[in-house]
């Protein structure tokens, strides 16, 4: 069942391919309906799973035997969460495509590709299966950018490509150190996590973690390895843009807590304070930075620079000494986090993809009054502007109150100050955000926009789900907690053997 | 039980999320004409419930965060504050439902008001503090909504702005309360939080206080109150009254154990509320436009439920609220209804307004009576409940908060003064700059129903009402005002009153130069500007660039060395590899050439050539041997 969660786009993709020169609304269908399968499939798992712990659905087949690596996949709390978001972002990119973008099929292909990439590295419990799925990402995410970008698009998609690879040839090195570390050899991740590889040589294990962390921080992205999201997302299709921050940037922090966490528990709790550092720089660098951007893509790229930092900072929080109740709190704010920063920034990237696709520009200075040309446009974004600076009632509070009180409530003076510092986050997010609404969608018009139309039933249909989920979330939260919150348990108990 | 605790806050909040979310779906034009009826239903339902659960007293509890136990609650204090909440905002909307015409947003503007009154209930019968930041940060984006509610106009998005991100500076303070309330006592429950370990009460407290003072408008925030005039008037008399500013007085009555459990947080807390009295009634004094005079009196007035607060006065500092949320939306409402019929709020243009419009005048006047502490209106008898308490703590606090009265009665006496005198409006009425200038009957409904709270309800801190108050809100010990301070400070008030009615009449002017710090607000907002916003966005600007240039630029480089490295192999290394490989090849073939040489095909040179070579062996064997 989990395999065809996995395939079943894949499938979609060969049979595209098969029909000779399909139309376009042909494609676009086909692809709505296989997402629309693959996600009625993922609740069906969910449903499946119940709250409970441990892992379901789990799959092994024999792969490369000579290094005890296998075709192992399974599902628990952690995985289910983004497994549903994957599906559902795939699922409303379908529909928004429904504007059909050029060489549609191509397009179709190429996204379906990546969904199937996407479900499988969350699926995966094999450190090579999961790092096969990792690099194919970056494959994929390579020719949407190249392809189908706009501006300087070959350039940004090179630079993402080279930068998000050379992360991943650190992580192999990282999964080949557990590899060799381990006793047997294995790069089965559910024995990898049952007894820690090189628990006896604190060094190298840091070595291992060090590596491990720089793929993964690459990817996440944290500050100082940032620097090419903003003109990925720049030049990116609003698709694409959506998928990138949506899904491929939780692959670092899901790695984070599925194999650094877990697998190298001695060396997290070793190195937290340094990835506590690492995450505040994120949080702050990331919001300020964004403060000052013209550019509305390069504004929510640097929000998310922001938004991935509280993750990596709640991680490293549960990785310090302090309460046991916290820091499962900050966990699971943390995972919390993944699913919301999914839905919000999916919906803003969308939306600015609206603009884009009347106006060819995202320079907010030229825009204005937006409410007036485009009043259900204007109240999309306004939602999503308040959804991502954490207004209570929509999923970032629901992360974010998690994340604080549960770095906070750690108890150390340390953990303190570091929880303290990271709260003034959301009062810079909230000035950028209102710095947006006031210049771009309230006020008197522009000079652009006059060209901008109201969204279409396409992108109301696109945008609207991913913005309901996150006020769901936001008002009851218990559904996606209840299941989060018995991996969170685990993930610390593992932290602190 | 537990239905009614649920549908207090969600019969508010559902309707107006209906009502903003349907704009979009069913249309404006058709939602509409059916918001104002929509809103003042809910509203009535919404009192309802209030008045049933404050004698029922319903608690809710959810589990929401893990296994903290989080809820809603009514208790004595909530009772008080629902009641009131859904009292003013059913008057308020009632009055916007008279007054909004047909070419406004009405959906818009009904929802947000919904949500707004739903939130402040949450945050008022919340028993944890996640539930409370819940409500009391909606109540903060709402209000953003509704001062920017005219947003084509990019001054009034501006105040909007500042008004928000100045309560949510602030606010950061509750979100690291929750953290330290987790850390300290182990749970977020509000009971607790005196009760806990080490020093994690002063950090609850501290991050507690600050949120307070932000929403309360006390110094050094009192600024966005100022700019939060730019919204609709219905909204300035929501907002300044049962609403947002009462959030943050309503917090620190709330936690009064935990501000006496640090020992340092009461004392700083009534000093806040008794020098906020004092300098806004000071600014209120200066104002020239009547909404703005109104603001400043606000801060002021809400300084002594703040000063009530640190006094322990929980029964005075209530009484203070309740009162003064009457008073206020009333003083607010009738200068909406000038704003609107004569287009002006000006005090010097507002002359003879109350003659104009009887109903409006004499209600006003009950409330700006009410606002100067004459007896026997509510506010005089609140107010010296509040001061009683004060008294018992340190005579300074009571001097402060005496001479802050005497500043509440001047400038309530200016703004009475300002409109009953008989001169100007009627003029500028006939001129007319754009009022519509005639009153509807559902603007006019609210005005004696809140003149009549204005007047009376005084009572709740006055024998023989005060002592069932008391036990309502748990408050059993307080020190009450004594007839002789009750008598002096009405007394005073009158005098005062007087005082300023003379200087008026003879046209007295302080200099400019006094009155500039408090004619704006005492430059608040200029320093919040130069010394934080300003320096914050000039730090992002310089990150921005030190990301282009250094981090990204740093990144750049390291392709570009790697290109030049190629680059360099190419060029240097690769041709002496290649020139090496060639040289070895250009050797092989010169020496083939050369050994073709003695292949000449002819048998003497051969014997030649091997006689030579015999020749070259036995020289060789000879040496060698």
């Known amino acids: 069942m989990l395999s065809l969660v996995i395939f079943l786009p894949l499938a979609a993709a060969l049979g595209l391919c098969a029909v000779p020169a399909p139309g376009a609304r042909t494609v676009v269908w086909t692809w709505i309906v296989a997402c629309a399968a693959d996600l009625a499939l993922v609740i069906a798992l969910w449903i499946g799973h119940g709250n409970g712990g441990g892992i379901s659905y789990e799959e092994k087949v024999r792969w490369i035997p000579s290094v005890r690596a296998a075709y192992h996949i399974g599902v628990d709390g952690l995985s289910l969460p983004l497994l549903a978001l994957t599906a559902l972002l795939f699922l409303v990119c379908a529909i928004y495509s429904l504007r059909r973008p050029p060489q549609v099929r191509a397009f179709a292909v190429l996204f379906l590709f990546l969904q199937t990439v996407s479900s499988g590295l969350f699926a995966a419990l094999d450190l090579l299966l999961f790092f096969v799925f990792f690099d194919l990402s970056?494959?994929?995410?390579?020719?949407?950018?190249?392809?189908?970008?706009?501006?300087?698009?070959?350039?940004?998609?090179?630079?993402?490509?080279?930068?998000?690879?050379?992360?991943?040839?650190?992580?192999?090195?990282?999964?080949?150190?557990?590899?060799?570390?381990?006793?047997?050899?294995?790069?089965?991740?559910?024995?990898?996590?049952?007894?820690?590889?090189?628990?006896?040589?604190?060094?190298?294990?840091?070595?291992?973690?060090?590596?491990?962390?720089?793929?993964?921080?690459?990817?996440?992205?944290?500050?100082?390895?940032?620097?090419?999201?903003?003109?990925?997302?720049?030049?990116?299709?609003?698709?694409?843009?959506?998928?990138?921050?949506?899904?491929?940037?939780?692959?670092?922090?899901?790695?984070?807590?599925?194999?650094?966490?877990?697998?190298?528990?001695?060396?997290?709790?070793?190195?937290?304070?340094?990835?506590?550092?690492?995450?505040?720089?994120?949080?702050?660098?990331?919001?300020?930075?964004?403060?000052?951007?013209?550019?509305?893509?390069?504004?929510?790229?640097?929000?998310?620079?922001?938004?991935?930092?509280?993750?990596?900072?709640?991680?490293?929080?549960?990785?310090?000494?302090?309460?046991?109740?916290?820091?499962?709190?900050?966990?699971?704010?943390?995972?919390?986090?993944?699913?919301?920063?999914?839905?919000?920034?999916?919906?803003?990237?969308?939306?600015?993809?609206?603009?884009?696709?009347?106006?060819?520009?995202?320079?907010?200075?030229?825009?204005?009054?937006?409410?007036?040309?485009?009043?259900?446009?204007?109240?999309?974004?306004?939602?999503?502007?308040?959804?991502?600076?954490?207004?209570?009632?929509?999923?970032?509070?629901?992360?974010?109150?998690?994340?604080?009180?549960?770095?906070?409530?750690?108890?150390?003076?340390?953990?303190?100050?570091?929880?303290?510092?990271?709260?003034?986050?959301?009062?810079?997010t909230a000035a950028l955000f209102l710095r947006l609404l006031h210049r771009a969608v309230l006020g008197p018009p522009g000079e652009l926009t006059s060209q901008v139309t109201d969204v279409r039933r396409s992108e109301l249909a696109a945008v609207a789900p991913l913005l309901a989920l996150s006020a769901a979330i936001g008002v009851a939260p218990r559904f996606l907690l209840d299941v989060i919150e018995p991996v969170s348990s685990a993930v610390v108990a593992l932290v602190a053997r | 039980m537990n239905l009614l605790g649920r549908l207090l806050p969600a019969v508010p909040l559902t309707t107006g999320a209906l009502l903003l979310t349907g704009r979009f779906t069913v249309g404006r034009r058709r939602l509409d004409p059916a918001a104002p009826a929509a809103a003042v239903l809910a509203l009535a339902a919404t009192l309802g419930l209030a008045v049933a659960a404050a004698l029922a007293r319903p608690a809710v509890r959810f589990p929401l965060f893990g296994r903290l136990p989080a809820g809603l609650a009514v208790d004595g204090l909530s009772a008080a504050l629902i009641v009131t909440v859904a009292a003013v905002s059913l008057a308020v909307v009632v009055f916007a439902a008279g007054e909004f015409g047909a070419d406004e947003s009405r959906a818009r503007f009904f929802g947000l008001m919904l949500v707004f009154t739903g939130a402040m209930l949450v945050t008022v019968t919340a028993t944890d503090l996640a539930v409370l930041l819940m409500g009391w940060e909606v109540m903060g984006a709402m209000s953003y909504a509704l001062i920017g509610f005219w947003w084509r106009d990019p001054g009034r998005v501006g105040s909007a702005d500042v008004s928000f991100l100045t309560t949510r500076a602030a606010d950061l303070g509750l979100y690291f309360a929750a953290g330290a309330a987790l850390a300290g006592t182990g749970s977020l429950d509000l009971a607790g939080l005196a009760a806990g370990r080490g020093h994690w009460p002063d950090l609850i407290a501290a991050g507690a206080v600050l949120a307070a003072l932000g929403k309360s408008a006390q110094l050094p925030f009192s600024f966005w109150l100022s700019r939060a005039m730019d919204g609709p008037s219905p909204v300035s008399a929501l907002l300044h009254s049962a609403t947002m500013v009462a959030a943050g007085a309503y917090l620190l009555l709330r936690l009064g154990p935990l501000l006496t459990a640090t020992g340092w947080a009461a004392t700083l807390v009534a000093w806040a509320g008794a020098l906020t009295a004092l300098l806004l009634g000071a600014v209120a004094l200066a104002q020239r436009d009547l909404k703005q005079l109104l603001a400043a009196s606000t801060c002021a007035q809400i300084g002594f439920m703040v000063l009530a607060a640190g006094a322990g006065a929980v029964a005075g500092g209530t009484a203070q609220l309740v009162a003064h949320a009457a008073v206020k939306s009333l003083l607010f409402l009738a200068a909406g209804t000038w704003l609107s019929a004569l287009g002006t709020k000006d005090l010097g243009e507002l002359h003879g307004a109350a003659r104009r419009y009887r109903l409006v005048g004499v209600t006003f006047g009950i409330g700006a009576l009410a606002l100067a502490a004459v007896p026997p209106l509510s506010l005089w008898a609140t107010k010296d409940a509040v001061l009683a308490a004060a008294l018992a703590d340190s005579p300074a606090l009571y001097a402060v908060g005496l001479a802050a009265g005497l500043l509440s009665a001047g400038y309530a006496g200016r703004a009475l003064i300002a409109v009953t005198r008989p001169t100007g409006a009627a003029a500028r009425g006939a001129t007319g700059r754009h009022g519509t200038r005639r009153l509807g009957p559902l603007e006019r409904l609210p005005l004696p129903v809140l003149a009549l709270g204005a007047a009376v309800l005084g009572v709740l801190a006055l024998p023989p009402v005060d002592g069932a108050w008391r036990d309502l809100l748990g408050?059993?010990?307080?020190?009450?005002?004594?007839?002789?301070?009750?008598?002096?400070?009405?007394?005073?008030?009158?005098?005062?009153?007087?005082?300023?009615?003379?200087?008026?009449?003879?046209?007295?002017?302080?200099?400019?130069?006094?009155?500039?710090?408090?004619?704006?607000?005492?430059h608040l907002e200029r320093l919040a500007r130069t010394l934080v916003a300003r320096p914050v966005f000039a730090l992002a600007q310089a990150l921005a660039r030190f990301d282009d240039r250094v981090i990204d630029g740093g990144v750049r480089v390291a392709a570009a060395t790697g290109r030049r490295a190629a680059a360099l192999a190419d060029h240097r290394v690769e041709v002496r590899v290649d020139g090496l490989v060639d040289a070895v090849g250009r050797g092989a073939r010169w020496l083939g050439a050369a050994a073709r040489r003695p292949q000449t095909g002819q048998v003497h040179t051969y014997y030649a050539q091997a006689a030579v070579l015999l020749a070259v062996l036995i020289l060789i064997v000879l040496l060698v041997r």
Do not use: C
């Not at chain 1, 392809?147 to 350039?155: A, E, L, N, P, V």
């Not at chain 1, 604190?202 to 999201?229: S, Y």
């Not at chain 1, 920063?341 to 990237?349: E, N």
């Open chain 1, 138 to 428: 970056i494959v994929g995410m390579y020719f949407v950018i190249a392809g189908w970008g706009h501006g300087d698009r070959t350039r940004s998609a090179l630079k993402f490509f080279l930068y998000t690879f050379l992360g991943s040839l650190a992580l192999l090195l990282g999964f080949i150190g557990l590899y060799l570390g381990a006793e047997p050899h294995t790069f089965d991740m559910v024995e990898l996590t049952r007894t820690p590889a090189l628990a006896g040589s604190p060094g190298l294990a840091g070595l291992v973690l060090l590596a491990i962390g720089l793929g993964l921080a690459i990817k996440t992205p944290a500050v100082p390895f940032h620097t090419w999201l903003p003109p990925a997302h720049t030049d990116a299709p609003a698709a694409g843009s959506a998928i990138l921050a949506g899904i491929l940037l939780k692959m670092g922090t899901y790695g984070l807590i599925r194999i650094a966490m877990p697998m190298l528990p001695d060396a997290w709790r070793r190195y937290a304070w340094a990835i506590i550092i690492l995450g505040l720089v994120s949080v702050l660098y990331g919001a300020l930075v964004a403060f000052a951007q013209e550019d509305l893509k390069r504004l929510i790229a640097y929000t998310s620079v922001n938004h991935m930092g509280y993750i990596v900072l709640a991680l490293g929080a549960a990785g310090a000494a302090g309460e046991q109740a916290a820091r499962r709190l900050a966990v699971t704010g943390a995972v919390t986090q993944m699913v919301s920063h999914g839905l919000i920034t999916g919906a803003l990237f969308l939306l600015s993809g609206v603009l884009y696709d009347r106006a060819h520009g995202y320079d907010m200075g030229r825009f204005g009054g937006l409410a007036r040309a485009a009043p259900v446009f204007s109240g999309l974004v306004a939602l999503g502007a308040f959804a991502s600076l954490g207004l209570p009632g929509l999923s970032g509070f629901i992360a974010e109150f998690q994340i604080f009180t549960g770095v906070i409530g750690g108890g150390g003076p340390g953990l303190v100050v570091a929880g303290a510092l990271a709260i003034p986050g959301i009062l810079i």
């Open chain 2, 475 to 522: 408050a059993g010990g307080e020190p009450a005002a004594s007839p002789a301070e009750l008598a002096v400070s009405g007394a005073l008030a009158l005098v005062v009153l007087a005082v300023t009615w003379t200087f008026v009449r003879r046209g007295v002017r302080a200099r400019a130069a006094w009155t500039a710090p408090a004619l704006h607000w005492l």
